[in-house]
C-alpha cells in the first residue's frame, strides 16, 4: 500500500475506514477517496507509469512540482507528519521490507495496536487522539 509518491496509504482516513477501504493507489478506483481516483497529478502521470517500479523518485524529473506540493501537504497541513521524499529514500537505501516494519511501528495505537490515520491523527480502532505526538514543524 504504498503510493508512487511515498505515501503509505495504509495510513489513509480512506484505508482506514470500515465499509469500502481504499486498497490504495494501485487499486481499483470504486474505493479511493475523489482525490485519489480524479484528481491526483501523480497517479495520472504518463512520465511515471513508464518507469520500472512506477515510483516518483525513478523519474529523471524528480522532485517534480507535484511531490513537491504532496511533499509540502503532508509535511506540513496535517496532525500527524509523513514525508513522502523521505519514505522513498528509505525504501531505497534500506528495502520495502523494513520500511513496512518501521511504518508498522510507527503508526501502531500504543493503547490498542491499531493504526492511526495520517489525516486525523486519530486511532481508527480504538479513537484515542495521537496529535500530541510531534509534528514535523516542532521537530524542525
Known sequence: MIAPC??????????LRE?????????????????????????????????????CDECPQYPCTETMERENRYTNDYPLSESPMENLAFIRKEGMTAFLDRERTKWSCPSCGGTFCVHTGRCATCGADHTH????KEQL
Not at 465499509?19 to 484528481?39: A, H, I, L, N, V
Request: net charge positive; glycine share 12%.
Open 6 to 15: 511515498g505515501l503509505d496509504c495504509s495510513v489513509c482516513i480512506g484505508a
Open 19 to 55: 465499509e469500502s477501504p481504499c486498497t490504495g493507489c494501485w487499486g481499483p478506483d470504486d474505493t479511493k477517496p475523489e482525490f485519489c481516483s480524479s484528481q491526483c497529478k501523480i497517479a495520472t502521470c504518463t512520465i511515471r507509469k513508464t518507469l520500472p517500479g512506477g515510483f
Open 133 to 136: 505526538r510531534q509534528s514535523r
